[in-house]
T-cell receptor, first 109, second 113 residues
């Protein structure tokens, strides 16, 4: 079967760095996605990793280790607008996205 | 229309009633999806469509049906609503069902009493 785990909630300070972890178990793998979802809004795409390593995109970076079933999203120079839920999703061998429950990130001034 | 739209924004429905949630995209995407999102759970796929004229079942299809008569529209129907179908429903689309970013509509908040 497939399973995705990520922390339910995290708190960080404006201007700081935060790392949101995601672990998964799956028999088939076609990559891992991160989405951002502000309260009451739709999810929006942040990043996609299919090979091991770090992908950097501005203040956001995403890392993947396929052998460990592990990914993280790194947010630098946190801003209040980064307060949102961050959803980890793996694409299985049937190209279906399996979603984690999301990590609610609270940014404090 | 810009992107993907859903209607209605929210709805309160009596149990046993039939309801159709509408979804329209103008990006000419081949693949479309319906998800439900419940507190404490990840998005769960209800039905999907790889291209116009085809549909498939997702993780939680029971009690729901879909059709894909054309590229742009992908309505979701609840034939006889039950309280467990109270949820936020998101429609999404992507260029194909392969490894592509999915674009989401704003969602429909449905309450079944």
């Amino acid at each position: 079967g497939q399973n995705i785990d990520q922390p339910t909630e995290m708190t960080a300070t404006e201007g700081a760095i935060v790392q949101i972890n995601c672990t998964y178990q799956t028999s088939g793998f076609n990559g891992l996605f991160w989405y951002q979802q502000h309260a009451g809004e739709a999810p929006t795409f942040l990043s996609y990793n299919v090979l091991d390593g770090l992908e950097e995109k501005g203040r956001f970076s995403s890392f993947l280790s396929r052998s460990k079933g592990y990914s993280y999203l790194l947010l630098k120079e946190l801003q209040m607008k980064d307060s949102a839920s961050y959803l980890c999703a793996l694409m299985d061998s049937n190209y279906q996205l399996i979603w984690g429950a999301g990590t609610k990130l609270i940014i404090k001034p | 229309i810009a992107g993907i739209t859903q209607a209605p924004t929210s709805q309160i429905l009596a149990a046993g009633r039939r309801m159709t949630l509408r979804c329209t995209q103008d990006m000419r995407h081949n693949a479309m999806y319906w998800y439900r999102q419940d507190l404490g759970l990840g998005l769960r796929l209800i039905h999907y469509s790889n291209t116009a004229g085809t549909t498939g079942k997702g993780e939680v299809p029971d009690g729901y049906s879909v059709s894909r008569a054309n590229t742009d529209d992908f309505p979701l129907t609840l034939a006889s609503a039950v309280p467990s179908q109270t949820s936020v429903y998101f429609c999404a689309s992507s260029d194909s069902r392969a490894i592509n970013e999915q674009f989401f509509g704003p969602g429909t908040r449905l309450t079944v009493l």
